[in-house]
């Protein structure tokens, strides 16, 4: 049974993301933990609670920093709606959350389980901040599977730096540096490789009629929540499209076996405040001309998921 803790800024990919988790067989979802990000936290937090109440899933949410821990914070309203879900009228919680705040749930619940496998879906500050209050009990964790990060010219925000990345640059340092295996799930994972459309894991027309024809609560809840992104789709490519960048990194975590391609990697997070700020800087070639460089992979990037798989395991979450 694999053990899993999820920290979210639960957007509607988020949503999604959760969805999948929480109705994969042979997966424990220990936690929820939430975080500023797509919108507030208190509206993360509500989320995550609708998203495990849709699912049908009772797990313990705890909310987490409200704030990155450095920078200000920005969000991403515009891609995901006011309140994170594509503004479609979406009620609830019924449910509340935890008192605990995320940081020390991270912390005791981690120190409780072996081999808990961690998915972050959005800012790392929750994480950094506990790897910073207990490194000891953070090194239990088998490994961190992050969506997050982006090559030179396929991210979102900046044409360097992905929004994960970039709402809390110095968080993701900690992160990326702490020394646990880490897998990054990179945003052109859901874009095709130069950021066209197109992607092998985007949902086009065809995946969403088929989503509609299932007539499920939890397929009606997902073609709810995505009018937003469809609507920045359109923008962009002036048709019918949608990239799930949360979905791919469950996805990479719990069905490992549609990963297609997989590089080790150096990868450092440029927080100098300046143009590249919150860039994932990737080096996958250990020395270049500088005589005696020094250099470890610290990182696994997975650059291709099988997209028949992926929409088939996202049906299969709807059911
Ligand atoms: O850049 C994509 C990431 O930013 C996703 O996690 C999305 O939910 C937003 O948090
Ligand atoms: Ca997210």
Known sequence: MRKIIIDTDTGSDDAIALLMALSEKDTEVLALTTVFGNVNLAQATRNALISCEVAGVNVP????????????????????????????????????????????ALIDIIAKHDDIELITLGPLTNVALAMRKAPEVLKRLKKIICMGGAQLGYAAETEVAEFNILADPEAAKIVFEFGIPLVMVPLELCLNGDGRKGAETMLDEQDLNAIKAMGTHKAEFLLKIVSSLLKFHEIYYGDVGLELPDPCAVAVALRPELILNAYSANVTIDTSGSLSYGQTVVNTKGGTVLEDQIYSANVSIVSAIDGKGFKAMIQEALQ
């Open 61 to 104: 949410v705890y909310p987490g920093m409200d704030r990155p821990l450095v920078r200000e914070r920005i969000e991403a309203i515009h891609v995901h709606g006011n309140d994170g879900l594509g503004d479609a009228g979406v009620l609830g919680p019924k449910s509340k959350a935890e008192n605990k705040h995320a940081v020390t």
